[in-house]
């Protein structure tokens, strides 16, 4: 190649291929590493109570990119402690690679969808969400998550729309699901101006403390809750988990707390919103920070799950975002380089962790679908819709 085709050949490259780089450097000094390397297993196929946490966008790589930078190849954070794991596909029912709502459903309804959709299936039919299950079967229920609460993966547990864009319509479905906790941010999906931005006039807030709900919008207030039904909702947006905001860990052993005062069992979903969002930006240092926050989360279902006994703790992710690999990096850990390949989702199956008994049906490769038929059978919910179904993909529900 002489010296004019070589130039030619870069420039193609850099403008066909801008991939971003950059050597991780993040504060880690508020994390703490788990005592022990490996939960044990535990006996038996059922269980009273199900926690579920998905880390949104967070592909292996970015469990590992974190475990390096906090704790170094030989630790292990909370997660990789676990002593079950499995593989789960992501494809959604239109495209190979998901986005949030589609990847939510299918976890929450045992149903693929469409993109966009958030509990509806392409003909527009509405499958009962694990959430929705387990409530009518007289469990406790509760949602966390660091993004708008109407957000695309929590709304998937307990709305039915055909756009997950539309969150004020989210909001409607979620009041009237009879969630029992809801702790997260995002309120101006739920009142009118100047508070909100419903177009509506309906002050949902102030509906659902009609109907007896506990309301918290300060931090204060969300850690002082001491009885369900509760909602508590930070700001107007979405959290930005800084050291003045409740943290993700926080509105986890809260909603523990509220809920497992149920004595039929409770099914909690937690979501870590924004290490997606950090890998659509690029942004190795903060998707980082923001999934050891997640972590942290974590440790306080797995320290609850130890002294119970009888519950289930299931982590995973919804899909890989940024196609992010790990480039560079010494033997310990440090001077680790993460490249991304693109600012979206990409493709491939997401890594399962499960503790507690009934943790062994995680194990092996299966749909995203099949995580709410497992987590229905864990919970002994003999009517779940696609628990009568043999299709893995299957796009209608029988009557
Ligand atoms: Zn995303």
Redesign the pocket.
Same mark, same amino acid.
């Given at each position: 190649m002489n010296a004019r085709n070589s130039i030619v050949v870069v420039l193609a490259l850099l403008i066909a291929a801008p991939l971003v780089a950059g050597t991780i450097s993040v504060d880690t000094s508020f994390y703490t590493a788990p005592a022990d390397k490996t939960l044990p297993l535990v006996a038996g196929d059922h269980a009273k109570n199900v926690i579920l946490l998905i880390g &949104? +966008?967070m592909g292996y790589c970015q469990v590992e990119a974190t475990q390096y930078t906090a704790v170094g190849p030989e630790g292990r954070l909370h997660m990789q402690t676990l002593p079950v794991t499995g593989m789960m596909s992501t494809w959604s029912a239109d495209r190979l690679i998901t &986005?949030?709502a589609a990847s939510g459903t299918a976890m929450a309804t045992g149903y693929k969808t469409d993109n966009r959709r958030i509990g509806t299936l392409p003909n527009g039919q509405k499958p009962v969400s694990i959430l929705e299950a387990a409530e009518q079967r007289g469990l406790a229920t509760g949602l966390v998550a660091t993004s708008t609460i109407t957000h695309a993966t929590p709304a998937a547990f307990a709305a039915h729309q055909p756009s997950r864009y539309d969150q004020p319509a989210i909001a409607v479905d979620m009041a009237a699901s009879g969630v029992d906790v809801v702790l997260g941010s995002g309120y101006k999906y739920w009142q009118p101006a100047p508070d909100g931005v419903r177009e509506d006039g309906l002050d949902l807030l102030q509906q659902l403390q009609n109907d007896g709900y506990r309301l918290a919008r300060t931090g204060d207030e969300m850690m002082a809750l001491d009885r369900m039904p509760a909602i508590g909702l930070y700001g107007p947006d979405a959290l930005d988990e800084t050291p003045d905001e409740p943290s993700i860990a926080d509105l986890t052993r809260k909603a523990i707390e509220l809920l497992s005062q149920d004595d039929d069992g409770f099914f909690l979903m937690v979501e870590g919103s924004q290490i &997606?969002?950090e890998? $659509?930006s690029n942004e190795e240092d903060e998707l980082v920070r923001r999934a050891l926050l997640f972590d942290l989360a974590v440790a306080e279902a797995i320290e609850f799950a130890k002294q119970d006994g009888n519950t289930l703790v299931i982590i995973t992710a919804d $899909?890989e975002?940024g196609g992010m690999t790990l480039t560079k990096g010494n033997r310990d850990g440090s001077e680790v380089v993460a490249q991304f390949s693109s600012t +979206? $989702?990409t493709a491939g199956s997401m890594p399962v962790f499960a503790y507690g008994p009934g943790a062994l049906a995680f194990t092996g490769l299966y749909e995203n679908s099949d995580l709410a038929v497992k987590m229905a059978r864990v919970l002994q919910i003999s009517d779940f819709p696609r628990l009568h179904q043999n299709s893995d993909s299957s796009q209608t529900l029988s009557d």
């Open positions: &949104d +966008g &986005d949030s &997606d969002w890998a $659509h $899909h975002t +979206g $989702h």
